[in-house]
């Protein structure tokens, strides 16, 4: 693995870089208090490849690799976690599951309006009452000649109202039976398909959360992905990379937390001193640097071993698990530095404290990172 950062990679960075200091940075708190879905803001990335990173250009994509992704989610999310953890969603989860188990009509129809943000992508798997345990989901699809009727209700989706193309994951078969779910692309103006409920979050609030609502959606069977009962292996797989984009993410906002307490610690003076120069506080940045450069180090083995195509089902899991924690505790930490200030709207500090504790949810909490690492590890 070569330690060094590409020349690519780091333009992509500084692109992405740019555009968020520009056009999400001065935006970051109203957005938040008033939990706005900036749409805009995606549509404007999407001219920049930012919207279709690992589409191919054949599709209007960037056509670049995961090392690139992940610099761009840690830019975005450096400035704002919400943007980043939209970003993400639409990337690696819609888009990349698409990417990797389309037929190439479907490859063809969808993702040059995904890639380009002409289009916002959601993905569908989580239920109310089947979160980890998907394999009882009650959303349910039946064949019905050359279409599908899809029925149920899908929960905690990104751009569950506003996503133009949704990715769902519907059972096919009996509950807990093998192979009983299967993969179908939703147009939002397709009939019987609307969103719900959107949640009041703790933090991530101006990334929108949402219900969707099926109620008899006719799906025309040229819409299903892949397989009929092949829905959750594919969901598995999408996950795998889904991920390191949790991982990178959390990595943004860890890196942001810290960025912002270093420099903060250099400008505070207590007893006629920056409180830098306190053990009690240059020790919490020592933490915090070295656990960034571990979680970082996880992250970018998950990416090699994803652009090689070798298996990474437990790397991405110890990559996500580690930054996301390490995330919740660099934030934590740096609250404290900043004391008082930290704990007000003020200073940065306290969204990223806000934010990062979703990391340790989606995508598989911290608890199933853990069912997968020890099931890998258990194997040999």
């Known amino acids: ?127 109310p009452n089947t979160g980890s345990d998907a394999g009882n989901m009650k959303t349910v699809a039946v064949r019905d000649g050359d279409h599908w009727v899809l029925n149920g209700t899908k929960c905690w989706i990104t751009h569950g109202k506003s996503g133009d193309l949704a990715v769902v994951i519907a059972r096919t078969g009996e509950p807990r039976s093998k192979d009983n779910a299967t993969a179908f692309l939703v147009e939002r103006s397709t009939p019987g398909f609307s969103g719900g409920k959107k949640e009041n979050k703790l933090g991530m609030r101006a990334s929108e959360t949402a219900e969707m609502i099926f109620d008899n959606c006719r799906i025309p069977d040229s819409n299903r992905l892949g397989e009929v009962g092949a829905g959750f292996k594919q969901s598995l797989k999408v996950l795998d990379g889904g991920r390191i984009s949790i991982a990178a993410l959390s990595l943004g906002i860890a890196k942001g937390a810290y960025e912002a307490s270093v420099q903060y610690s250099k400008e505070r003076y207590q007893f006629d001193q920056p409180i830098s120069n306190f053990q009690g506080i240059s020790f919490k940045l020592a933490d915090m640097a070295t656990e960034i450069e571990a979680a970082e180090l996880l992250t970018l083995q998950a990416c090699d071993l994803k652009m090689r195509g070798n298996p990474m089902t437990k790397e991405a899991a110890m990559a996500k698990y580690f930054a996301s924690e390490v995330a919740v505790k660099v934030a934590n930490d740096a609250v404290q530095v900043f004391g008082g200030y930290g704990y007000t709207k003020d200073f940065p500090v306290e969204k990223y404290y806000r934010d990062s504790k979703l990391c340790t949810i989606g995508e598989g909490t911290s608890e199933i990172q853990k069912l997968v690492i020890s099931r890998e590890v258990l194997k040999t």
């Not at 992940?70 to 990417?99: P, R, W, Y």
């Open 1 to 127: 693995m070569n330690f060094e950062t590409s020349e690519l990679t780091q333009q992509v960075a500084q692109t992405a870089r740019d555009f968020a200091l520009q056009h999400i940075k001065p935006y970051v708190m109203t957005w938040d208090e008033s939990q706005e879905f900036p749409l805009q803001v995606f549509r404007e990335m999407g001219k920049l490849g930012l919207m279709g990173v690992m589409v191919p250009e054949k599709y209007e994509g960037a056509g670049l690799g995961y090392f690139e992704y992940v610099a761009v989610l840690q830019e975005i999310g450096k400035v704002c976690g919400s943007i980043g953890l939209s970003v993400a969603a639409h990337n690696s989860l819609c888009t990349g599951h698409i990417l990797a188990f389309g037929n190439e009509e479907q490859k063809q129809q969808f993702l040059p309006k995904l890639a380009t943000g002409q289009w916002l992508g959601a993905w569908g798997l989580t239920e």
